[in-house]
T-cell receptor, first 116, second 112 residues
Framework: NAGVMQNPRHLVRRRGQEARLRCSPM?????VYWYRQLPEEGLKFMVY????????ESGMPKERFSAEFPKEGPSILRIQQVVRGDSAAYFC??????????????FGPGTRLLVL | GQQVMQIPQYQHVQEGEDFTTYCNSS?????IQWYKQRPGGHPVFLIQ?????EVKKQKRLTFQFGEAKKNSSLHITATQTTDVGTYFC????????????FGQGTTLQVKP
């Protein structure tokens, strides 16, 4: 059973470009969470999605960031017009059901975004 | 908003010494989870504690959940170099949407 897949693993963008980060949850998991980790810091929640629905986006910056989890295909975190402060590791996690805090979240290997 | 604080931020120990990291939440938690992240790696789930006062052991690791369900600790006995990494506690958000609130982590360095 493959784990959570994320690609690309490393992404370099210049300021003003767009970054697209992909996450394929574990087989049988329909809940996806995105977290951001700045260097030397903990993980900060960004958004929680189910298929075709955004459940909680309270951690998403209001501008330039968007996320989706279509019926078919991976979840995508999109960052438009990237700035240097967006440089971070972006982790996706999945769980089989609505967590409510009782289901383990399994993390992918992350995408390390570097904005030049 | 809900916060999870973790101390210490860094800990250097000699191989064979014990290590403890502490986690405190500003609110009562339904459960707490612990993760380990190696340098350059991703968080790997270690354990989940649900019951008040719960204690769980995994070989040299002992996890404890406080009676008030607002604090937790991870204790490693006789550290080994393979224990190196950052240990995070994470509490389920009180809004019950499933998102985890992570502590800042404790980075453990073990000198051989």
């Amino acid at each position: 059973n493959a784990g959570v897949m994320q690609n690309p693993r490393h992404l370099v963008r210049r300021r003003g470009q767009e970054a697209r980060l992909r996450c394929s949850p574990m087989k049988g998991h329909s809940h996806v969470y995105w977290y951001r980790q700045l260097p030397e810091e903990g993980l900060k929640f960004m958004v929680y999605l189910q298929k075709e629905n955004i459940i909680d986006e309270s951690g998403m910056p209001k501008e330039r960031f968007s996320a989706e989890f279509p019926k078919e295909g991976p979840s995508i975190l999109r960052i438009q017009q990237v700035v240097r402060g967006d440089s971070a590791a972006y982790f996706c996690a999945s769980s089989p059901t609505r967590t409510g805090g009782l289901e383990t979240q399994y993390f992918g290997p992350g995408t390390r975004l570097l904005v030049l | 908003g809900q916060q999870v604080m973790q101390i210490p931020q860094y800990q250097h120990v000699q191989e064979g010494e014990d290590f403890t990291t502490y986690c405190n939440s500003s609110t009562t938690l339904s459960n707490i989870q612990w993760y380990k992240q190696r340098p350059g790696g991703h968080p790997v789930f270690l354990i989940q504690l649900v019951k008040s006062g719960e204690v769980k052991k995994q070989k040299r690791l002992t996890f404890q959940f406080g009676e008030a369900k607002k604090n937790s600790s991870l204790h490693i006995t006789a550290t080994q170099t393979t224990d190196v990494g950052t240990y995070f506690c994470a509490g389920a958000d009180s809004s019950n949407t499933g998102k985890l609130i992570f502590g800042q982590g404790t980075t453990l360095q073990v000198k051989p």
